[in-house]
């Protein structure tokens, strides 16, 4: 079963624009992390928040999390083309098998030059 | 070299023949999953293991069996393969000290076409 769901499904904009993804979850979460993945190869891990935090920074990523509403956001600022990719979302089972993900559909993001 | 290494990168199989999926890792993680990834469907676990005792079943993991040979290596098997399961699959893992994160490290891949 999907817990994350992002929003949109694609998402094409230009270079420099900045690009911001959603992800939707449905249980309680000890952490959200958002993985990004080129195409065909596998996932890398870009950025985890907690549950008790709000907003995260790294580099050009921006990370919030709404624990009232079960929903997390991504903010890719000054987007450049290297950015096209998947991106995803993933919880961790609270409560549930300890130590599993379970990911979203993700969002392809596609920048052009 | 990759910490996380998959063999092989491409296979091409026909219905009713046994394939496993080979994956290594250099990071040293107690825990290893392995998931199939379906055009607009994501990613969805089949199996995982915590460490080499230690085996269950994920949400997908019907046609498919595992063996955890060593703390390193985790091998994904289908006993017969049949058309739907043509996908990509991955092999991750996690280090166990980090538990509350959980912060999985990918394999490349292996694309899995089954005639």
């Known amino acids: 079963s999907q817990q994350g769901e992002e929003d949109p499904q694609a998402l094409s904009i230009q270079e420099g624009e900045n690009a911001t993804m959603n992800c939707s979850y449905k249980?309680?979460?000890?952490?959200l992390q958002w993985y990004r993945q080129n195409s065909g190869r596998g996932l890398v891990h870009l950025i985890l928040?907690?549950?008790?935090?709000r907003e995260k920074h790294s580099g050009r990523l921006r990370v919030t999390l709404d624990t009232s509403k079960k929903s997390s956001s991504l903010l890719i600022t000054a987007s450049r083309a290297a950015d096209t990719a998947s991106y995803f979302c993933?919880?961790?089972?609270?409560?549930?098998?300890?130590?599993?993900?379970?990911f979203g559909k993700g969002t392809k993001l596609s920048v052009k030059p | 070299d990759a910490d996380v290494t998959q063999t092989p990168r491409n296979r091409i199989t026909k219905t009713g023949k046994r394939i496993m999926l080979e994956c290594s890792q250099t990071?040293?993680?107690?825990?290893m999953y392995w998931y199939r990834q379906d055009p607009g469907l994501g990613l969805r676990l089949i199996y995982y293991?915590?460490?080499?005792?230690?085996?269950n079943k994920g949400e997908i993991s019907d046609g498919y069996s595992v063996s955890r040979q060593a703390q390193a290596k985790f091998s994904l098997s289908l006993e017969s393969a049949i058309p739907n399961q043509t996908a990509l699959y991955f092999c991750?893992?996690?280090?166990?000290?980090?538990?509350?994160?959980?912060?999985?490290?990918f394999g490349a891949g292996t694309r899995l076409s089954v005639l």
């Open positions: 293991s915590f460490d080499v005792k230690d085996i």
């Open positions: 990071k040293g993680h107690d825990r």
């Open positions: 249980t309680s979460i000890n952490n």
């Open positions: 928040i907690r549950s008790n935090e």
């Open positions: 991750a893992t996690s280090d166990l000290g980090r538990e509350i994160e959980n912060i999985q490290y």
């Open positions: 993933a919880t961790d089972n609270y409560g549930g098998s300890q130590g599993n993900l379970i």
